[in-house]
């Protein structure tokens, strides 16, 4: 993806917080919403608000408070404040498709390791998270604890702590970016949920079946379908 279309994306941050500023007819010199809130319309963690803020008040484009909230920095040129925002964000982010692109270097391995390595106890973990999926397949935060416990099972099945660190990483990145913003935006959501459902099966299935190389090839399948998704999210913001 070339750095334009990075931008443009993470562009939606500021755009919703450019929303939000609108609505409640704030100037520079007036209080922006509070981290919980701003993270509640934006739908990413209160950590990556906190470090989103924290950087632009080290820039001069945000002023902090104490005890008093975070505020719209005076400026020259009071039209540019958000353009300014906007931009060091973008610059700052990780686009959603490297994320997937270093699952797809990543989580292959670990399911392949996994499959190689399983036993009783982690075959029985792993299906009780699957039992847990078909529970969950309405709710959304069930969802995602879900499908964070069980890729971070495989990871754990692998025997491999520096996978296990890494897919650490990728679950930081994810909570701190637009991804879980966008994917919620996939057509066919409900559709899709359900085939992830299928494919985590499929991936459990050949882990405790011990078929590594069909376990590493499940899983491929299953996090480029999540890639290829995102690409089209992400696209329809280009339009």
Do not use: F
Not at 47 to 75: N, P
Not at 95 to 120: F, G, N, Q, T, V
Not at 145 to 158: F, K, P, R, Y
Not at 205 to 221: F, G, L, N, T, V
């Amino acid at each position: 993806m070339d750095t334009g279309k990075t931008q443009k994306i993470y562009s939606i941050i500021m755009t919703r917080l450019d929303q939000l500023i609108k609505e409640r007819n704030l100037q520079p010199g007036d209080r922006i919403p509070s981290e919980r809130d701003l993270a509640t319309q934006l739908s990413v963690s209160r950590a990556s608000v906190h470090q989103a803020i924290a950087a632009q008040v080290a820039k001069g484009l945000l002023e902090s408070r104490q005890g008093d909230g975070t505020y719209i920095r005076r400026t020259e040129e009071p039209g540019r404040t958000l353009q300014q925002l906007g931009e060091s964000i973008a610059r700052e982010q990780i686009s959603p498709i490297d994320i997937d692109e270093a699952r797809l270097l990543i989580e292959c391995e670990s399911a392949r390791l996994c499959a190689l390595k399983a036993d009783a106890k982690t075959c029985e973990k792993l299906k009780s998270l699957l039992e847990r999926h078909r529970i969950a397949t309405g709710t959304d935060t069930s969802l995602e604890v879900m499908n964070h416990d069980l890729h971070q099972a495989i990871a754990e099945g692998s025997g491999n702590r520096a996978l296990e660190k890494l897919q650490n990483c990728i679950w930081e990145m994810l909570a701190g970016n637009m991804w879980q913003y966008l994917k919620k935006s996939v057509n066919n959501r409900i559709e899709t949920v359900r085939l992830h459902l299928d494919q985590h099966e499929e991936i459990v299935a050949a882990i405790c079946e011990h078929d590594s190389e069909k376990a590493a090839r499940k899983m491929r399948e299953h996090l480029t379908n999540i890639k290829e998704n995102m690409s089209e999210v992400m696209d329809s913001y280009q339009k």
